[in-house]
């Protein structure tokens, strides 16, 4: 697969696109020779693409990395933000974007700054393991291992207080943090808030076009410039090519993906946490993540939803997120 994305903006989403962004694009990016996806290539671009666009980050009194256990106790990297109020301090753990197959500490060390500077929290960031070279569902196992351990262990090992924790993410990290919360009220760990941004929901493993999705903006936003339905469908087979083709092992990994291949089939929408959920008017992912919505809705639950118009407009969902956090935690 090319990459399709470099190629001039479709004609079909220039109406949703900020003129200054189609400038930007076309004069920086849209002529970028295409060529064939290279894993190794994005995974050392992708941290740097995703602070574009949300200016300088704040200063924090303290950053440094650690580490937690993650699933079956192997250790996994965090990178905990400190706020310059004396501890013990509530704390907000983030979940990393990438469609499962990117990212790393630096990827949103940017947002971690922002939240614990403006929400008045520290933050632990997740290095959840990645596919292909471990199976999905690899990135939700380590993230709620790391949940427990920090709800268990963190007052000793952080500093926090773990009557005060809430999660976020973005993509494929607000996916991870919507499933825990379903997993965090099952084990009986206290969440405050779970926000997050453009979160993906359903298994599109099941669609063979944009056509064949039920979400309109599938078909709308099939080819943005960013995020389309092609770079959707590289990631989703890169997701399911990293459970073993045959055998017994293929068996129990396919076990352990449950209902989080689409997590509208999650068993019990009743009980979570309070929840935000900010779509783009220009993400095909937008229609799922405000359905997922509408189901917590459903459960009884209480849910902030919120569509920004057109382009992801960081800074404000930056800002936003930061006033949850610190409304929900401070309270």
């Known amino acids: 697969m090319s990459h399709e994305a470099l190629n001039p903006i479709h004609p079909s989403v220039l109406p949703h696109l900020d003129p200054v962004f189609v400038q930007l694009y076309n004069e920086h990016v849209a002529n970028t020779p295409g060529g064939p996806i290279d894993l190794a290539v994005l995974r050392t671009k992708y941290s740097v693409l995703y602070s574009y666009g949300t200016g300088p980050a704040p200063d924090c009194a303290r950053i440094y990395d650690a580490q937690v256990p993650g699933h079956n106790g192997d250790l996994i990297p965090v990178r905990v933000y400190e706020p310059p109020s004396p501890g013990p301090w509530p704390v907000h753990i983030d979940f990393h974007g990438g469609g499962w197959g990117l990212g790393d500490l630096d990827t949103e060390s940017h947002i971690c700054k922002h939240f614990c500077a403006k929400a008045s929290v520290c933050v632990i960031d997740v290095d959840y393991r990645l596919v292909p070279e471990l199976a999905f569902p690899i990135g939700i196992q380590d993230s709620f291992a790391a949940l427990q351990h920090i709800h268990a262990q ?178």
């Open 154 to 331: 963190g007052a000793q090992q952080f500093n926090i207080d773990p009557t005060r924790i809430s999660l976020g993410g973005v993509s494929a990290g607000g996916n991870i943090a919507l499933v825990c919360a379903h997993l965090a009220r099952d084990a009986n760990i206290p969440l405050k808030l779970v926000a997050v941004g453009t979160p993906t929901v359903d298994d599109i493993s099941k669609f063979k076009s944009a056509a064949d999705a039920p979400w309109p903006s599938m078909q709308t936003m099939e080819h943005a410039p960013t995020l389309n339905w092609a770079r959707l469908k590289w990631f989703d087979n890169l997701k399911w090519q990293s459970i073993a083709s045959e055998g017994p092992t293929r068996d129990s990994q396919l076990a352990a993906v449950k209902w989080y291949a689409n997590i509208l089939d999650a068993p019990d929408f009743t009980g979570l946490p309070k929840t935000v959920i900010y779509t783009a008017g220009c993400d095909p992912l937008r229609d799922e993540g405000e359905a997922y919505a509408q189901k917590l809705i459903a459960g009884g639950n209480e849910v902030t939803q919120k569509r920004f118009a057109d382009l992801w407009q960081a800074k404000e969902f930056i800002d936003l997120t930061a006033e949850h956090i610190k409304a929900a935690l401070h309270s």
